[in-house]
């Protein structure tokens, strides 16, 4: 791969990778014994980012349903004595520890029921603000992106929250990866589409860490010499407010943007003022009389 | 500083000696950078709390009037008037489609005591791009005239739908307007019809333009220098709160399915129809098509040349909200010698700095990050962390 990049850009670029992991596993997987699995393959996979240059830099956050926390770089370094196996380097051995009891603690604080999302936003946005952070006080050109792995499915309740991660992301020119397992996640998808990343269901659990070695691994600027799996069309069509239901003509209120699938009087989003205007005019002037009358009623 | 400003009366020159540069202090690093910034950030939270529950016109129609006269060959802006102004209005076409993806711009130019349309209003950034591309080269000559630039601009605005912004910003040169009548009527006209008319001064200031801007409520303002102008476009690109008369209505919109390219048979896309009549154009498969008559488009956001449906994809929404439900200020706390404190965010720690804490969720944030916060991110990482925020 070095073969690939002029000598002096390589010595310039220096990559930090976020990887930010949805801790709150499905059933599925947990029934299938594959938790070992995917959490090996986040630290075997960390760790290959950390070998391919010296001056590649990692961060892990842990999305819980009741928290989301950055477990590595620890601040206070109280497991600083760790000895490497055999022939480790130091730096893996530490970082794979460090990952470990991270994902431990967050795992055993939490009692709770699984069936709640994970707050991946609040993971997401952790990590920009360390990306931007580091960005900001790096000589020399840092690039940052973001690889969320992430099996439990689509989180439409955090919409406008990944929205704002994925425009701050595509604004600081920060790719945002996503690797789902089992069920795909159409948000997600989206993000790796406005922000230029890769989207990737993951087939299987078995081949997850060879899908994450090939697709996610290598920096942006190597990706177009690779041969990388097509993209799907991305269903950028939207949801109404009012009943979930997928739309492909609703209607937009002017002041909040908010999207029904319906024409209504009153906008459900944004408060009195519009109500009285809109029921003055554009009731009476747009000839909506009929479907207005039932609700009155 | 900004407020001690405002709150004295009187003149400036007649308060006490401001010793700006004391403001300016080096970080551990020798770095003025931080201290600049920090008064840069002051300046946008005092802009923030201004802007509370105000409803904004988020549907803009912005037409921009440039001036093409003699005057703007002068060089008091480097390399000359025009030159500069140009420069400026390329970056600030792209980064107004970025701030307001479903608002529409469009140029004018006005010289030889005439206007002349640069480019049509579109949600499309590379056709202004190209316009102003074209004026690179013309030499400016004659008298400008601020009228007919009006008449041109509200003769397209007044049939924009009453619930969108109408707003012109002019950038004048010159200190004179040759009009064919009375332009007072015309500001009259402007009012009645809801322009907000802007005029950003290179020369001085000239009662025509204040009257004008004073009266259709639009704001006035004078260069200092190139840096100055970027600020005052700048001013222009976050939408304007809206008029008191601006009507609200459901707007019915279409989210086109993105065909794919397999599955689709070649056709020409709406918007380069005409262009393909002269020059080759590739016929494609896949495209935006508009879920009421099938007419197929490449890029979103478009009006449907068939049916008027406006076609938007759900993301350009989305990149507007949050003018629309802005982040609250965070709370300043000064933090004593000694005190360490880790910021939320980024795990770094401060000492002698100040602190930011959200109040809602109580979580605390060094200046940096509350500056990324509350500048592109708009959404606080504290919250976004604890479930019952959200």
Redesign the interface.
């Known amino acids: 791969m070095g073969s690939q990049i002029q000598p002096e850009e390589e010595d310039e670029v220096s990559e930090l990778l976020a990887v930010v992991l949805d801790t709150s596993f499905n059933s599925a997987l947990i029934k299938e014994k594959n938790v070992g699995q995917l959490l090996d393959a986040v630290v075997i996979f960390s760790n290959a980012h950390l070998m391919n240059s010296s001056k590649n830099t990692l961060a892990v956050v842990a999305c819980h349903p009741h928290t989301a926390k950055m477990i590595y770089p620890v601040k206070k370094d109280s497991i600083q004595n760790i000895r490497p196996p055999d022939a480790q380097m130091e730096i893996l051995a530490h970082a794979t520890q460090v990952i470990r009891d991270g994902i431990k603690e967050v795992v055993t604080s939490w009692q709770g029921v699984y069936s709640i999302e994970p707050l991946l936003t609040g993971g997401m946005a952790l990590a920009l603000c360390y990306i931007a952070k580091r960005m900001a006080n790096t000589v020399g050109k840092l690039n940052g992106r973001i690889l969320v792995l992430s099996s439990s499915g689509e989180s439409a309740h955090q919409y406008l929250n990944f929205m704002n991660v994925f425009f701050a992301a595509q604004r600081k020119a920060i790719v945002v990866d996503s690797c789902v397992i089992q069920n795909d996640c159409g948000l997600l998808q989206q993000g790796a589409d406005i922000t230029g990343g890769n989207y990737l269901k993951a087939p299987s659990i078995a081949g997850l860490l060879e899908y994450l070695l090939w697709v996610f691994l290598p920096p942006k600027s190597l990706r177009a010499k690779l041969v990388l799996p097509k993209p799907d069309v991305v269903d950028y069509r939207t949801a109404c407010f009012c009943h979930r239901n997928l739309i492909e003509v609703g209607y937009v209120c002017s002041v909040c943007l908010s999207i029904f699938c319906q024409f209504a009087p009153i906008c459900s989003t944004c408060q009195t003022h519009f109500k009285f205007i809109g029921f003055k005019q554009s009731m009476v002037k747009k000839k909506e009389q009929k479907s207005l009358q039932a609700p009155l009623l | 500083m900004a407020d001690e400003d405002e709150q004295q009366d009187g003149y400036r020159w007649e308060s006490e000696y401001e010793r700006t540069w004391e403001a300016i202090r080096e970080d551990e690093s020798g770095n003025l950078q931080a201290s600049v910034q920090e008064i840069v950030h002051k300046t946008r939270r005092q802009q923030l709390l201004l802007q509370k529950n105000v409803?904004l016109g988020?549907?803009r129609h912005l037409y921009v009037v440039l001036d093409l006269s003699a005057s703007m060959n002068s060089n008091d802006l480097r390399p000359s008037r025009i030159q500069c102004v140009l420069h400026l209005l390329d970056d600030f076409v792209d980064r107004f489609y970025d701030e307001n993806p479903?608002s529409q711009l469009a140029i004018i130019a006005t010289c030889n005591k005439r206007a002349e349309k640069i480019s049509d209003l579109s949600g499309n950034p590379l056709k202004h791009k190209e316009g102003l591309a074209k004026i690179k080269d013309r030499l400016p000559t004659g008298e400008p005239s601020l009228q007919n630039s009006i008449n041109m601009a509200a003769a397209v605005l007044q049939h924009m739908p009453a619930?969108?912004s109408r707003e012109v910003v002019i950038i004048l040169g010159s200190l004179t307007t040759c009009d064919p009548t009375d332009i007072n009527e015309t500001i009259e006209e402007a009012k009645k019809l809801g322009l907000r008319c802007s005029v950003i001064g290179l020369a001085a200031e000239v009662y025509v333009c204040r009257r004008l801007t004073e009266i259709t409520g639009g704001s006035y303002h004078i260069v200092v220098d190139e840096d100055h102008l970027r600020e005052l476009l700048a001013n222009h690109l976050l939408p304007p709160p809206?008029l008191n008369n601006i009507?609200?209505?459901?707007?019915?919109?279409?989210?086109?399915?993105?065909?794919?390219e397999q599955e689709d048979t070649p056709a020409l896309c709406q918007c380069h129809l005409e262009a393909a009549a002269t020059e080759s154009v590739h016929i494609t498969t896949g495209g935006f098509l508009c879920?009421?008559c099938k007419s197929k488009y490449c890029e979103l956001p478009a009006e449907c040349r068939i049916c008027g449906?406006t076609l938007v994809?759900?993301?350009h929404?989305?990149?507007?909200?949050?003018h629309?439900?802005p982040l609250d200020n965070f709370k300043e706390t000064h933090l004593l010698k000694g005190d360490t404190r880790?910021c939320f965010?980024?795990?770094?720690?401060v000492e002698g700095q100040n602190m930011y804490t959200c109040e809602k969720c109580k979580e605390e944030f060094?200046l940096?990050?509350d500056i990324?916060?509350h500048a592109?991110?708009?959404?606080?990482?504290g919250c976004?962390?604890?479930?019952q925020m959200?």
């Open positions: 409803r988020m549907m479903i619930h969108s809206a009507e609200c209505s459901m707007v019915k919109m279409g989210f086109p399915f993105h065909k794919n879920p009421q449906l994809s759900a993301p929404l989305a990149r507007s909200y949050h629309l439900f880790t965010s980024c795990q770094s720690s060094c940096d990050c990324f916060i592109t991110l708009h959404l606080c990482p976004a962390c604890k479930p959200n």
